[in-house]
């Protein structure tokens, strides 16, 4: 029961992992949401000799209506002899921790001292948050005493889901499905840092205020004019339009969002959490180089913009003389 609480509590805070997607800028005029069943974008492949992985670039958010299904994808984690998730990293307190870390829980989504949104926010952002407000959540008072940082989270998932999009989706759930049924080797990348006082952590972040505010304004900005961006990231994506995907840039909220917590009083001073986007894609360029180098076949997946990104883990390992090929 501690753990359970404590990862809808302080865990809840790292939400917004340093590889998490972010929003795609595009031009106006896709409006529409695809739906039905749908393939996804083809495959990176990443080969040394006659050794191959094939990447799979993970997004969201995606059309709440869309099935997705790849057959290609569906092969290549049969024939496969291992398979490397999307890294991501979390907090670990310790059983006894977690305990102590239980009567500073209550109020831990609250602003210091009781304060309102309309206390710690810039007068002109908090004017746009209430007409997005009024729009995607209507009437709520106690989400006025949260700090920005989960009001943008409640703000963000609902107006994506008014307009036809979800960051829930069930792609993960389906390639996890897929590698247990074809009983694939799975090897993490995964990154997880001990706090040596969570309590002390967890009383600084509530007394913290203010480090969280850029990830709203984000937010807000995203919702306010990207919409028609996401939905052709989106579009992009569900039907494998390579040439549309390589065409768009990423946005900034998931960054803003991300920095608000490694920034808080309660974990800046962790050096472990600061390199934790370096140390994740360390570990998967390691279990990349010696799973092309043990295995006739490797199933892998990454983000979509870290496989976009021109320092990212495929940039880095053909750097080394290894053959990518981007999908067409």
């Given at each position: 029961m501690?753990?359970?609480?404590?990862?809808?509590v302080a865990?809840?805070l790292?939400?917004?992992?340093?590889?998490?997607?972010?929003?795609?800028?595009a031009s106006?005029?896709?409006?529409v949401v695809?739906?039905?069943?749908?393939?996804?974008?083809?495959?990176?492949?990443?080969?040394?000799?006659?050794?191959v992985m094939?990447?799979?670039?993970?997004?969201a958010p995606?059309?709440?209506k869309?099935?997705?299904?790849?057959?290609?994808v569906?092969?290549i984690?049969?024939?496969?002899?291992e398979?490397?998730?999307?890294?991501s990293?979390?907090?670990?307190v310790g059983?006894?921790?977690?305990?102590?870390?239980?009567?500073?829980?209550i109020?831990i989504?609250?602003?210091?001292?009781?304060?309102k949104?309309?206390d710690v926010?810039?007068?002109?952002?908090?004017?746009r948050?209430q007409?997005?407000?009024?729009?995607?959540?209507?009437?709520?008072?106690?989400?006025e005493?949260?700090?920005?940082?989960?009001?943008a989270d409640?703000?963000?998932?609902?107006?994506?889901e008014?307009?036809g999009l979800?960051m829930?989706?069930?792609?993960?759930?389906?390639l996890?499905?897929?590698?247990?049924?074809?009983?694939v080797?799975v090897?993490?990348?995964?990154v997880?840092?001990?706090?040596?006082s969570?309590?002390?952590?967890l009383r600084?972040?509530k007394?913290s205020?203010?480090t969280?505010?850029?990830?709203?304004?984000?937010?807000v900005e995203?919702?306010?004019?990207d919409?028609?961006?996401?939905?052709?990231?989106?579009?992009?994506?569900?039907?494998?339009?390579?040439?549309k995907?390589s065409s768009?840039?990423?946005a900034?909220r998931?960054a803003a969002c991300t920095?608000?917590?490694?920034n808080?009083?309660?974990f800046?001073?962790?050096?472990?959490l600061k390199?934790?986007k370096?140390?994740?894609?360390?570990?998967?360029?390691?279990?990349a180089?010696?799973a092309?180098?043990?295995?006739?076949?490797?199933?892998?997946?990454l983000?979509?913009?870290?496989?976009?990104?021109?320092?990212?883990?495929?940039?880095?390992?053909?750097a080394?003389?290894?053959?990518?090929?981007?999908?067409?």
């Amino acid at each position: 029961m501690t753990r359970k609480v404590l990862t809808a509590v302080a865990f809840s805070l790292l939400a917004a992992s340093a590889w998490a997607q972010e929003d795609a800028q595009a031009s106006e005029g896709d409006t529409v949401v695809i739906t039905g069943q749908r393939p996804g974008p083809g495959l990176w492949k990443v080969s040394k000799g006659e050794h191959v992985m094939y990447v799979f670039g993970d997004y969201a958010p995606l059309p709440i209506k869309m099935d997705w299904r790849s057959h290609e994808v569906e092969a290549i984690i049969a024939k496969s002899q291992e398979y490397l998730p999307k890294p991501s990293f979390g907090i670990s307190v310790g059983w006894w921790g977690g305990i102590k870390m239980l009567p500073f829980a209550i109020g831990i989504k609250n602003n210091p001292d009781g304060g309102k949104l309309i206390d710690v926010l810039p007068a002109d952002t908090y004017d746009r948050w209430q007409a997005l407000k009024t729009k995607y959540i209507g009437k709520n008072d106690s989400i006025e005493r949260e700090r920005p940082m989960f009001v943008a989270d409640t703000l963000y998932q609902q107006g994506l889901e008014k307009n036809g999009l979800t960051m829930r989706t069930d792609v993960y759930s389906k390639l996890d499905k897929l590698v247990k049924q074809y009983k694939v080797k799975v090897t993490s990348s995964n990154v997880q840092t001990e706090l040596e006082s969570p309590t002390e952590a967890l009383r600084a972040f509530k007394n913290s205020p203010g480090t969280d505010v850029l990830c709203f304004a984000r937010t807000v900005e995203r919702l306010e004019s990207d919409l028609d961006a996401m939905r052709a990231r989106a579009n992009a994506w569900a039907v494998g339009d390579m040439s549309k995907i390589s065409s768009l840039s990423f946005a900034d909220r998931e960054a803003a969002c991300t920095d608000a917590v490694l920034n808080n009083d309660a974990f800046k001073s962790n050096e472990k959490l600061k390199q934790v986007k370096e140390t994740m894609q360390k570990n998967w360029l390691a279990n990349a180089e010696r799973a092309l180098e043990a295995n006739d076949s490797t199933f892998a997946v990454l983000p979509l913009v870290r496989l976009l990104d021109p320092k990212g883990p495929l940039a880095v390992l053909q750097a080394k003389g290894y053959k990518v090929e981007a999908p067409e």
